[in-house]
């Protein structure tokens, strides 16, 4: 079975400081891993992904994250916030080798930048 | 803006009503997915489609049904409204249906059961 742990609800920071946000994740095999944001009142938008290769995953707006297999993590970072970046953060992970197509998404983290 | 259209954006409805929910995917998608999202359940998978075809299940109830037509658009059918049915309800679709796909979502559509 596949599953996923934001530990935080949310993260405060200060604008220009850097940021990350938690993942953790659990799975039998070789995970696919995703990073999603939600704006107030908008639809999910995609914003990293790891399927192989490279541990380190650039996305959109200068974030990345960082694949860790051996503590189960894909945490997303930033190196310099901005009030913009204030949103819900949803982790998602998908275990390859457990027959399902669907993703299972985290509660989410709210990240508060302050100015 | 995602490319991915679903209407209507807000709803209002009574309890024992029936609403149908209307998602149209980006163009070139195949896969369409459709989410609840409340406050206290978070995200919750209700079901997918591929290209016609029902290709995952996930939390939902036998209140609730799709379909996704020929030409790729899809309907979420919520009957018998409870006021616990009251969520944010999106649409997400993919290029296909493997799982390296990432989603792209809609604006959603906001049910209030009242």
């Known amino acids: 079975a596949q599953s996923v742990a934001q530990p935080e609800d949310q993260v405060n920071v200060a604008e220009g400081n850097p940021l990350t946000v938690k993942c953790t994740y659990s799975?039998?095999?070789?995970?696919?891993l995703f990073w999603y944001v939600q704006y107030p009142n908008r639809g999910l938008q995609f914003l990293l992904k790891?399927?192989?290769?490279?541990?380190l995953v650039k996305g959109s707006y200068g974030f990345e994250a960082e694949f860790n297999k051996s503590q189960t993590s894909f945490h997303l970072k930033k190196p310099s916030a901005l009030v913009s970046d204030s949103a819900l953060y949803f982790c998602?992970?998908?275990?390859?080798?457990?027959?399902?197509?669907?993703?299972?998404f985290g509660r989410g983290t709210s990240l508060i930048v302050h100015p | 803006d995602s490319g991915v259209t679903q209407t209507p954006k807000h709803l209002i409805t009574a309890t024992g009503q029936r609403v149908t929910l209307r998602c149209s995917p980006r163009?070139?998608?195949?896969?369409v997915y459709w989410y609840q999202q409340s406050l206290d359940q978070g995200l919750q998978f209700l079901i997918q489609?591929?290209?016609?075809?029902?290709?995952a299940k996930g939390n939902i109830l036998e209140r609730f049904s799709a379909q996704q037509f020929p030409d790729l658009h899809s309907e979420l059918n919520l009957s018998s409204l409870e006021l616990g049915d009251s969520a944010l309800y999106f649409c997400?679709?993919?290029?296909?249906?493997?799982?390296?796909?990432?989603?792209?979502f809609g604006p959603g559509t906001r049910l209030t059961v009242t």
């Open positions: 790891y399927i192989t290769g490279d541990n």
């Open positions: 998602a992970v998908r275990d390859p080798s457990g027959g399902s197509y669907i993703p299972t």
């Open positions: 997400a679709s993919s290029v296909a249906s493997g799982g390296i796909y990432e989603q792209y």
């Open positions: 163009s070139g998608d195949l896969s």
């Open positions: 799975v039998s095999g070789n995970p696919y």
């Open positions: 489609y591929y290209n016609g075809e029902e290709r």
